[in-house]
């Protein structure tokens, strides 16, 4: 069977758009596909982000490339290294570099993040960001699709983990921002303070007004510790365009005149 082409996806695949900015991304139909998450992690770390513009980031287990091509595309950050652990995922977020024409700007790493120090040199990025499996290995049942179970469920790597790569890989100084359920707020709180990545932002997100938290979006910086601002709350759904908040619609679809 010949390989798809970037722009085409194969039979086992779709070709998604999100954002503002025609960032468009390959999965597969069965497989874990990208949430909201993503959107959200992207927007706080261009917004709350420390690095200077043009300073390199990276992105620990960068799945389809969502949050790298949002921040390069929608938000002008960048150049970004996009680290991922499988290689049929990796596949995909290669070609969906070249549909994006972001092959100057994004950068597709295969890789494991608990071998960072086999990867990248250490101390270079003022940015790492992650959107990294969420559920606990012992946790609820594992999905059966290896892929699926992979992005979800800490198998393969887990929270100490993408903590410990993001202070190896951050200069003195660079921060890391990270999207977690809002259950293991303290763990993570705790696991960054730590390894001297002192929280200085943190943003919890809710379905609907009034409604707990579901996650929790926190930035920490390198060796820097100035204290913690805890942000107002972020609402997902509410009266805006597609049944979201005035603030992530905005984040999602282009305006209407832009549109037209």
């Known amino acids: 069977m010949p390989e798809p082409t970037p722009t085409e996806p194969g039979p086992d695949e779709t070709l998604d758009s999100i954002g503002t900015a025609g960032v468009q991304v390959l999965q ?8 909201l998450d993503a959107v959200l992690l992207a927007h706080f770390a261009a917004t709350e982000g420390t690095g200077a513009p043009g300073g390199r980031m990276l992105e620990l287990g960068a799945g389809s490339g969502v949050v790298s091509f949002l921040l ?3 938000f002008g950050l960048g150049p970004v290294d996009a680290l ?40 270079q990025y003022t940015h ?28 393969a790597c887990d929270a100490p983990s993408v903590v410990a790569a993001a202070r190896y890989a951050l200069v ?16 993570v709180l705790g696991l960054l303070t730590q390894a001297k990545l002192h929280p200085t932002v943190l943003r919890l997100v809710h379905a609907h007004v009034g409604s707990p938290a579901t996650r929790f979006l926190v930035h920490a910086l390198r060796d820097r ?25 905005a984040l999602m679809e282009p305006p209407l005149a832009e549109r037209a």
């Open 28 to 35: 597969r139909k069965t497989g874990y596909r990208f949430t």
């Open 72 to 74: 390069v595309k929608q």
């Open 84 to 123: 991922e652990l499988q290689p049929a995922v990796h596949a995909r977020l290669s070609r969906a570099v070249a549909l994006n024409a972001c092959e100057s700007q994004v950068k597709p790493l295969l890789g494991d993040l608990r071998r960072i120090r086999d990867l990248v040199p250490g101390g």
């Open 128 to 155: 790492v960001v992650s959107n990294p499996p969420f559920r606990l290995a012992d946790a609820g049942v594992r999905s059966p699709d290896d892929e699926r179970a992979t992005s979800k469920s800490e198998v």
């Open 172 to 187: 003195p100084g660079g921060g890391v921002s990270l999207v977690y359920p809002a259950a293991r707020v303290a763990e």
């Open 225 to 249: 510790d100035r204290g913690l601002s805890v942000r107002p709350p972020l609402i997902v759904h509410g009266a805006g365009p597609g049944g979201y908040s005035a603030e992530v619609a």
